[in-house]
């Protein structure tokens, strides 16, 4: 079982917006501001799409962006392209053991 | 360009060893640190472990305590992963990973190295 909670699945039909939940406990998503998201086509690396809740990596759409409210983070992609069909993972950093924790992963279907 | 290249696919026998490389290019390699994520096959991504390529300093998931470790080269701007008595559940694909020493997140990724354990 993950550390953190994603939905198995989520969809949406090209040019809408989707949000992906990400949630943890005090120890991680929610005492930090080191949420990150990345996303994961098949048989690809992942990709990192936000980092520190909100920020984009140089070369992420803006179409791509993050929050966090309480102990859970939130993934939104806007105009959704069919390109966005993959898997999108959350991670934080988690003072329990200081290190790092994954999510178990959200699969997007652009219909 | 600015990327970590890993090594060849790799099948081992149930109580075995895999060493995988990482080597990086086109930044400093002692800047960043390196961790290694894991992703059985069908299955969602699973943190490692980590080492700063500065100084060797580590930091391990503690269900693999005692049967990884990770080690760099600095004179070649290569990171290590060894894992020790393999079983089944150890086959995955194995992620090296870039992050910056004030930063919780992996903004560069290697290719992976399939880890197959098959009697």
């Known amino acids: 079982q993950s550390a953190l909670t994603q939905p198995a699945s989520v969809s949406g039909s090209p040019g809408q917006s989707i949000t992906i939940s990400c949630t943890g406990t005090s120890s991680d998503v929610g005492g930090y501001n080191y949420v990150s998201w990345y996303q994961q086509h098949p048989g690809k690396a992942p990709k990192l799409m936000i980092y520190d809740v909100s920020n984009r990596p140089s070369g992420v759409s803006n179409r791509f962006s993050g929050s966090k409210s309480g102990n859970t983070a939130s993934l939104t992609i806007s105009g959704l392209q069919a390109e966005d069909e993959a898997d999108y993972y959350c991670s934080s950093y988690t003072s329990s053991s200081f290190n790092w924790v994954f999510g178990g992963g959200t699969k997007l279907t652009v219909l | 360009q600015v990327q970590l290249v890993q090594s060849g696919a790799e099948v081992k026998k149930p109580g075995a060893s895999v060493k995988v490389s990482c080597k990086a290019s086109g930044y400093t390699f002692t800047s960043y640190g390196i961790s290694w994520v894991r992703q059985a096959p069908g299955q969602g991504l699973e943190w490692m472990g980590w080492i700063s390529a500065y100084n060797g300093n580590t930091n391990y998931a503690q269900k693999l305590q005692g049967r990884v470790t990770m080690t760099t080269d600095t004179s070649t701007s290569t990171a290590y992963m060894e894992l020790r008595s393999l079983r089944s559940d150890d086959t995955a694909v194995y992620y090296c990973?870039?992050?910056?020493?004030?930063?919780?997140?992996?903004?560069?990724w290697g290719r992976g190295t399939l880890v197959t354990v098959s009697s």
């Open positions: 990973a870039r992050s910056p020493y004030l930063g919780w997140y992996f903004d560069l």
